[in-house]
Antibody
């Protein structure tokens, strides 16, 4: 059974860098896309972006200049960096697995991690 | 960006009811539409992909339909565990956008 787990600091100062890691267990990262989605408190879901196992990335233009998604298949991990952060980046951040099909559904999700941007 | 509009925003329903949630895209997205269920404090769960394909392990009372701009998620015979918020997401073009969500309360 594939499992994903987000990790990283729960509090980030404004203008600094949000760094999260997603660790994948129970399966290989090969041949899949790996995704980040966030959800501000009490609000809906926002797609951040994804990375293919070969390193190709695609991210939301609304965040594109601030976001970096990377992966390390040898560690079965992929990561999200967002900088500089603002208060509106406060959200629960989810990582997920996306099978290599046209319809790109997120079929496995992490439990999510709340990141608060505040001084 | 493609805008996704769900209706209703919320609905109170009874166990056993048939429930339909609709999702409209701002442009033709063929069948590039997925549905998720989310319960409070939990990650979303994939229900339907490609507009009408049932994800493995999801009860058959969930079904999806539609193509182009208009889509629907139907729950036939609502169960108590079906409360939560439902989201559609278009995956036709990036950025992949979600609807605003439909909150289902069980009476």
């Amino acid at each position: 059974q594939v499992q994903l787990q987000e990790s990283g600091p729960g509090l980030v100062n404004p203008s600094e860098t949000l760094s999260l890691t997603c660790t994948v267990s129970g399966g290989s990262m090969n041949n899949y896309y790996w995704s980040w989605v966030r959800q501000p408190p009490g609000k809906g879901l926002e797609w951040i972006g994804y990375i293919y196992y070969n390193g190709d990335t695609n991210s939301n233009p609304s965040l594109k200049s601030r976001v970096t998604i990377s992966l390390d298949t040898s560690k079965n991990q992929f990561s999200l960096k967002l900088t500089p952060v603002i208060a509106a980046d406060t959200a629960v951040y989810y990582c997920g697995r996306v099978p290599p099909v046209y319809y790109k559904p997120v079929d496995y999700w992490g439990r999510g991690i709340l990141v608060t941007v505040s001084s | 960006d493609i805008q996704m509009t769900q209706s209703p925003s919320s609905q109170s329903t009874s166990v056993g009811d048939r429930v339909t949630i609709t999702c409209r895209a701002s442009q033709d997205i063929n069948k590039f539409l997925n549905w998720y269920q989310q319960k409070p404090g939990k990650a979303p769960r994939l229900l339907i992909y490609a507009a009408s394909s049932l994800q493995s392990g999801v009860p058959s009372r969930f079904s999806g339909s539609g193509s182009g701009t208009d889509f629907a998620l139907t729950i036939s015979g609502l169960q108590r565990e079906d409360f939560g918020t439902y989201y559609c997401q278009q995956v036709y073009s990036t950025p992949f956008t979600f609807g605003q969500g439909t909150k289902l309360d069980i009476k």
